[in-house]
C-alpha cells in the first residue's frame, strides 16, 4: 500500500481478513495505516531503495491518496502488478489532464477553460462566469479553489496561486451532488455501488446518503458513466466518480479520484461487499463481491472539531462515543489519528434504518449528539 492514511487503515483491515499481510510505505511514523499493517516502512514515496524493497517483499501494489506520485506507481509497474496503473492515476490527479479527458470522450461536464499563463486570463467567454479557478493539482477538500465573479476576480485568483496551472470552470446551478463507486478487475469485469447523494459542508463532504433520492433512470445513468470512465482509462481497482446534477436534471461528471472514497464508506457496513474488500479482490485477482446494499445507510463523517467544546477552545476532549453508540445501528468507525485537528478527517459513523428515513433520523441524532451543524 502506498499511503499510510485511513483509506489504507481500512484496506489493511479487510485485506487482513482475507488472510492477506499488508505492507505499508509512508514517511509519517505514526500513520494510521502502518500502526495496522504487518510492516510499515518509513520512507519517501520516491525512494528508489524503499521501492525496490516494496517490489522485493509484496505481490501487488495499491494506493490510498490521489497524489501519490505516479513515477512511484510507473516503477513499481514494471516489477509487480499496480493497480491503478501509473497512467490512470496521472490523469484522475491533474484537473486539467482529468477534464479534457472526461470532454474528449464524450462526457458532459460543466463548462471550462485551462489558465496556463496570465495571457489565459484575459478574453473570457461571458458563459464561463461567474465561476471558480481551481489548481490543476494538489486541490482536496474545497482547497485550491476561488470563486470568481469577473474576469478582473479570475486573473487575481490565477495570480494568487503562483502562476500554476489551473482551469476555470462555470459555476452550475446544483440540485446535489452525487458519487458513483466502481470496481474495474484486470480482465474488464466492473461492479458498481449504487450511487451516493453527498452533502458538503465548507468544502468538505459532511454526510452521504445510499441510495440517492434520485430518479431509477438518473441512477442507472450515474452507473453507467461510471463504467465508461473506467473503461475508458483502463483503470484496474476502485474508482470513485463524482458528478453534478443541475437543477434542470442534467448529470455533469466532475471529477475523479483513483481510489476508494469517503462516500464509499457506507459499504462497510450497508453493502455485501465493501469498497476496501473489493480493492484487494482486485489486486489479488479474486472475483469481484457483490455490491448490493443490504440496509439503507447515512454516513456521517467526523472532523477534528467535534473534540473541541466551541469554535474558541484551545484544549480538546473526548467526545461522546457512548451517546452515538446508544443507538445500536450506529457504526463507530475512528482512524487512529493521535492528534485532533479541525477540519481534519477523524473518523466516521454509518447510520442504519429498515428504511431511509429511520437512517436520516438517526444521522441526525448522531449529529446533535456531537454538535455537528445540520446542512
Known sequence: MLGGGQLGRMFTHAAQSLGYKVLVLDPD???PAGAVAERHLQAGYE????????????????????????????????????RPAAPAVRIAQDRELEKTFLAGNGFAVAPFRVLRTAADCDGLPAELLPGIVKTARLGYDGKGQVRVQTAADVAAAFAGFGGAPCILERRVTLALEISALVARSANGETAVWPIAENI???????????????????????RDAARR?????????????????????????NEMAPRP???????????????????????????????AQHTP????????????????????????????????RAR????GKREPRRGRKMGHVTCLGARLDDALAAAARVKRVLGIPEG
Not at 524493497?53 to 490510498?64: F, H, I, L, P, Q
Not at 516503477?75 to 502488478?81: A, E, K, V, W
Not at 468544502?203 to 442507472?220: E, F, K
Request: charged residues 15%; hydrophobic residues 45%; proline residues 6%.
Open 261 to 291: 472514497h469517503n462516500s464509499g464508506h457506507w459499504s462497510i457496513d450497508g453493502a455485501y461487499t465493501s469498497q476496501f474488500e473489493q480493492q484487494c479482490r482486485v489486486l489479488a485477482g479474486l472475483p469481484l463481491g457483490d455490491t
Open 47 to 82: 525512494d528508489p531503495a524503499a521501492l525496490a524493497d516494496m517490489a522485493g517483499t509484496c505481490a501487488a501494489v495499491t494506493t490510498e491518496f490521489e497524489n501519490v506520485p505516479a513515477g512511484a506507481l510507473e516503477r513499481l509497474g514494471r516489477m509487480i502488478p499496480a
Open 29 to 31: 511514523a505514526v500513520s
Open 200 to 222: 458538503h459542508r465548507d468544502g468538505i463532504l459532511d454526510v452521504s446518503i445510499v441510495p440517492a433520492r434520485i430518479p431509477d433512470a438518473l441512477a442507472t445513468e450515474a
Open 229 to 253: 470512465v473506467a473503461a475508458m482509462l483502463d483503470y484496474v481497482g476502485v474508482l470513485c466518480v463524482e458528478m453534478f446534477v443541475t437543477t434542470d436534471g442534467q448529470l455533469l461528471v
Open 297 to 328: 445507510a447515512v454516513m456521517v463523517n467526523l472532523l477534528g472539531d467535534i473534540w473541541y467544546a466551541s469554535p474558541a477552545a484551545e484544549s480538546s476532549r473526548e467526545p461522546d462515543w457512548s451517546g452515538v453508540l446508544a443507538d445500536p
Open 332 to 335: 463507530l468507525h475512528l482512524y
